[in-house]
């Protein structure tokens, strides 16, 4: 069985030393990167890296961790966040997309990523308690080269005017609320983006409360938008006046 090391967020394999493992172990690590880099963060972490040594030796490329997506189905909260740590620490500051769509850590988990990932270029990520909106906020502002982001989360207000002022390259954003929009208009927002965000080229904003005031100051400031998606916007009157 294999072992846990806490201090340390790595799992420890036993390697086997049957015949089949001999084979795999005697493929070229060319091929043996191409199959590792296809089959999962979580399954090269959990299973893969047990093969045999040669596997393992190649798990640890930080080439092969440039680009992460994690996944909690299967696995507990626990190990969700020594599996994010451990991917991360092996990206060696090399990591440019990372997907944690259904995020399970927190705040520390977050600031945990930002500081080991400066050079992140795509972000995708769902944000719920325990993570807190200054939270997210604080680990997003370190990621000064990120040009693709992608938020869904349930909190009354994102202060974005930092996101925009720190992610200069930032083109597109996608923001999703997915709860409702509370019941009342607010333009903060969008209003923003507006201000701090004109560079962008792509724009979702799914469940927000913006009304024609927010959507008519991103299109005036937004000149660069190709793409603009308001679905779930209940306040938003796209109806032409006569």
């Keep these: 069985a294999s072992s846990f090391s806490p201090a340390s967020n790595e799992h420890v394999p036993p ?40 596997w393992r030796r ?10 992460i997506e994690i996944r909690s189905r299967g696995i ?8 994010c740590r451990q991917a991360v620490d092996r990206s060696e500051g090399g990591l440019v997309e990372l997907d944690i769509s259904d ?12 500081d080991r990932a400066v050079y992140l270029r795509c972000l995708k990520l769902t944000a719920s308690p325990p993570v807190t909106p200054k939270g997210l906020v604080n680990a997003v502002i370190k990621l000064q080269f990120l040009e693709h982001v992608e938020i869904s989360h ?10 925009g002022c720190c992610c200069p390259l930032l083109k597109t954003l996608k923001l999703s609320r997915n709860r409702c ?24 904003l799914f469940g927000n409360c913006l009304t024609n005031t927010g959507l008519n100051a991103i299109l005036e400031n937004c000149i660069c938008l190709q793409h603009f998606d308001l679905r779930g916007c209940p306040f938003v009157n796209l109806v032409g006046g006569s």
């Design 15 to 54: 390697v086997t030393n049957d015949k089949e493992s001999s084979n795999w172990a005697d493929l070229p690590a060319e091929l043996t990167f191409s199959i590792l880099i296809r089959i999962g963060t979580v399954d090269i972490l959990k299973n893969a890296q047990r093969v045999c040594r040669s």
């Design 58 to 67: 190649v798990s640890k490329d930080p080439l092969m961790w440039r680009k």
């Design 76 to 83: 507990t909260d626990y190990e969700y966040d020594c599996l």
């Design 103 to 114: 995020f399970v850590g927190d705040d520390s988990l977050l600031a945990y990523i930002a």
């Design 154 to 163: 349930s909190f009354l207000q994102l202060d974005l005017k930092p996101v």
């Design 181 to 204: 929009c509370w019941g009342f208009e607010s333009d903060s927002e969008a209003l923003t983006i507006a201000e701090t965000m004109p560079q962008l080229r792509r724009l979702e």
